[in-house]
């Protein structure tokens, strides 16, 4: 890879950060919070070497993207939207799209409403939005609630030298990396952002509405994920009226690309081959 792939385009009123490697059918790989393109350090390389054009964003809001001052700018379908403005800028019909974290949940969305985009949806950590919820993944998530808390989030999150997050990540992850990303004027409140514009908790309402998967499937979750319930993962063939196939990888934490990235390597080959 050369040292900076990267261009920036302006889609969607916003600065998008986007690195391309290599040619042939293209993966879209979506990362999640608090990470950039350098998740997929070790996906990008692999696939390159295997003939697959790599298209990988820093998504608004992180790394060297911009940074909407609106929360509303962060809902989910904006990110969609970017999606297919990516696509467009880089001349790509569709791709091969994989996600993680939030990159897995604008994956699903993408996946369901651009179905034309996407040849495959690999959704990592993550399960469908409409995946019923466990009593399990309830406590799990207990943070999401914290990050509602503007101000006292962002003030208790980098508190006496980020120690909060240092022990909430548990050392997981790119610890260095993120520490210096979240630092830049106003990108942890961006990142929070993605947490208030689509979790925040809100007045019952009318259900909402998304059309059923179509697109061939495949679901991965990790066993030593602190963040995430596996059943949900699960439960997401429920929604996908395309090819399912889930995938158990064990022993890795919820940063699947960083832990084994050798297992998820050859499950994307395979996948993308079938």
């Known amino acids: 890879m050369s040292p900076d792939p990267g261009t920036t385009f302006e889609i969607n009123g916003v600065s998008l950060y986007v690195e391309e490697h290599g040619s042939?059918?293209?993966?879209?790989?979506?990362?999640?919070?608090?990470?950039?393109a350098r998740l997929?350090?070790?996906?990008?390389?692999?696939?390159?070497?295997?003939?697959?054009?790599?298209?990988?964003?820093?998504?608004?809001?992180?790394?060297?993207?911009g940074k909407p001052a609106d929360v509303a700018g962060y809902r989910l379908r904006n990110s969609v939207a970017d999606v297919a403005g990516i696509l467009d800028a880089l001349g790509a019909d569709a791709a091969h799209v994989v996600g993680h974290d939030w990159g897995?949940?604008?994956?699903?969305?993408?996946?369901?409403?651009?179905?034309?985009?996407?040849?495959?949806?690999?959704?990592?950590?993550?399960?469908?939005?409409?995946?019923?919820?466990?009593?399990?993944q309830q406590e799990m998530a207990w943070y999401q609630?914290?990050?509602?808390?503007?101000?006292?989030?962002?003030?208790?999150?980098?508190?006496?030298?980020?120690?909060?997050?240092?022990?909430?990540?548990?050392g997981d992850g790119d610890q260095q990396?993120?520490?210096?990303?979240?630092?830049?004027?106003?990108?942890?409140?961006?990142?929070?952002?993605?947490?208030?514009?689509?979790?925040?908790?809100?007045?019952?309402?009318?259900?909402?509405?998304?059309?059923?998967?179509?697109v061939p499937t495949l679901g991965i979750w990790s066993t030593n994920d602190h963040y995430l319930d596996g059943e949900r993962m699960r439960k997401s063939a429920a929604f996908v009226t395309g090819p399912w196939h889930?995938?158990?990888?064990?022993?890795?934490?919820?940063?699947?690309?960083l832990d084994a990235p050798g297992e998820l390597n050859h499950l994307l080959l395979g996948w993308f081959r079938q």
Do not use: C, K, M
């Open 145 to 170: 609630l914290f990050f509602q808390f503007e101000g006292i989030a962002e003030a208790s999150i980098a508190y006496d030298g980020w120690a909060w997050f240092r022990e909430f990540s548990r």
């Open 104 to 136: 897995a949940a604008v994956a699903w969305l993408a996946a369901a409403l651009l179905p034309d985009r996407v040849r495959t949806l690999t959704a990592l950590s993550v399960p469908h939005p409409f995946a019923p919820p466990t009593v399990r």
């Open 177 to 214: 990396q993120y520490l210096a990303d979240l630092s830049r004027p106003g990108a942890l409140t961006a990142s929070l952002n993605w947490y208030r514009a689509n979790l925040a908790p809100r007045l019952p309402g009318p259900p909402p509405q998304l059309p059923p998967v179509t």
């Open 246 to 257: 889930y995938e158990e990888i064990t022993g890795a934490s919820h940063w699947i690309p």
């Open 40 to 65: 997929w350090r070790h996906q990008i390389p692999f696939l390159t070497g295997h003939g697959f054009r790599v298209i990988a964003p820093d998504l608004r809001g992180f790394g060297r993207s």
């Open 24 to 36: 042939g059918t293209p993966v879209l790989l979506l990362h999640g919070w608090p990470d950039s």
